[in-house]
């Protein structure tokens, strides 16, 4: 098997790449810009308390476009962040991206959003596997997630990725830990009933 090519901060800040959802959505992923900031401001009041809370673990104040900012100006050494879009006139609908302390960090944390009116349509599940899959090219192999334990959507989408998977659970929340550094298998997307029993079980 071929080794893709290294990816690097410059070619990720560039990124862009078409994609299909598996309800049959067709899809724009491309790299966070400056400007999104005013798209993503729009955003905002139109989620819901419960995603705000999935996300944040707390509904969060209404941020200002100077907050926002600081969100959509990237270092792409440090941070592999990509925006979803939808249709011709390129709404977004979702964001996420991979953090790392430093450019040659192995490890990385990940942070993703779907909005609303477009949950359960197979968005986040294209939007986190390609930052896998150009997140091991930018030089990550490890992948770190913490998840509300009632998050089960992205606890499923997260298993169902098949990359080997490690759930740690504690004071509501789950700590999930994924090798990105090896191919994804079906045999890795272990039944997400299954798994989450056996991590009750555990603690």
Known sequence: MLTPAALSA???????????????????????????????L???????????????????????????ARYT????ALQLAFVVTLGPEQRMVAAGRLIRATAQSKVAELS????????????????V?????TGHRWGVDQVIALV?????????????????CEML???GEFTVTLDISQEPTQANSVSY????????QVV
């Open 112 to 127: 993703c959003l779907v909005v609303d009116d477009c949950q359960n349509r197979g968005i986040g599940s294209v939007l």
């Open 129 to 133: 596997s390609e930052l896998f899959k």
């Open 42 to 68: 729009d955003i905002y009041p139109t989620l819901s308390p419960r995603t705000l809370y999935m996300r944040f673990f707390r509904v969060i104040d209404a941020p200002s476009l100077e907050d926002i």
């Open 10 to 40: 410059d070619e990720a800040s560039r990124y862009h790449t078409l994609l299909q959802t598996h309800s049959g959505t067709e899809v724009a992923l491309r790299a966070i810009r400056p400007d999104d900031k005013y798209q993503m």
């Open 193 to 200: 009933q299954t798994s989450i029993g056996a991590m009750h």
């Open 73 to 76: 100006t990237v270092d792409f």
């Open 169 to 171: 659970y504690d004071e």
């Open 148 to 164: 509300h334990s009632e998050n089960h959507p992205m606890l499923r989408l997260l298993k169902n990725q098949g990359y080997p």
